[in-house]
């Protein structure tokens, strides 16, 4: 199976740069997904990782180490509106989509 | 291109009753999974279906059901509903099963009372 272990809470200031880690153990997967949820909405697709390295979209880039079970999500010239719960997650091809319980973001000013 | 939708977006039911939840996934996509969203046990994957087929399934007991139409809507039915049922039903769309993100619905607020 696969558990997902993701901190509960970060604080960063507005203009900042923050890595919100993941690390999970996993019998196996076909990709590790990265979604943004804001309070009272839906989650939001960010970024995904099928390889090992870094994929950058922008201000955010993901990274993946498969051998280390462990990615992280690297948001730059933080916002006030990139507070948001961050939730990392693994999409096996044959099994069942695990989420993280989500790292609660806040950014101050 | 319109986005995943659900309905209804807010339900209010008793103990004992059943609910039946709908979600059109994005125009293409052929894969919808459900999800319940609580605070205390964060997203939970309940299934996912695949060319009508019910491809995968979470560890949520027997009263939870669904199928997914010809055309990829999909319903999710919650029978003889208890308090803990209270909760944020999502759905996700993605083109196929395997490594396509997904793409969620606003959700369904459930509450049992």
């Known amino acids: 199976g696969q558990n997902i272990d993701q901190p509960t809470e970060m604080t960063a200031t507005e203009g900042a740069i923050v890595q919100i880690n993941c690390t999970y153990q996993?019998?196996?997967?076909?990709?590790l997904f990265w979604y943004q949820q804001h309070a009272g909405e839906a989650p939001t697709f960010l970024s995904y990782?099928?390889?090992?390295g870094l994929e950058e979209k922008g201000r955010f880039s993901s990274f993946l180490s498969r051998s280390k079970g462990y990615s992280y999500l690297l948001l730059k010239e933080l916002q006030m509106k990139d507070s948001a719960s961050y939730l990392c997650?693994?999409?096996?091809?044959?099994?069942?989509?695990?989420f993280g319980d989500g790292t609660t973001l806040t950014v101050k000013p | 291109k319109a986005g995943v939708t659900q309905t209804p977006r807010y339900l209010i039911k008793t103990r004992g009753q059943q609910v039946t939840l709908s979600c059109s996934p994005i125009?293409?996509?052929?894969?919808v999974s459900w999800y319940q969203q609580t605070p205390g046990q964060g997203l939970q994957f309940l299934f996912e279906?695949?060319?009508?087929?019910?491809?995968n399934k979470g560890n949520f007991p027997g009263r939870f059901s669904g199928r997914q139409f010809s055309n990829s809507r999909s319903e999710m039915n919650v029978s003889t509903l208890e308090l803990g049922d209270s909760a944020l039903y999502l759905c996700?769309?993605?083109?196929?099963?395997?490594?396509?993100?997904?793409?969620f619905g606003p959700g369904t607020r459930l509450t049992v009372t």
């Open positions: 996700a769309s993605s083109l196929s099963q395997g490594v396509d993100e997904q793409y």
């Open positions: 279906y695949f060319s009508e087929t019910q491809r």
């Open positions: 125009s293409g996509h052929r894969s």
């Open positions: 996993t019998s196996g997967f076909n990709g």
């Open positions: 990782n099928v390889l090992d």
């Open positions: 997650a693994v999409r096996p091809y044959a099994g069942k989509s695990t």
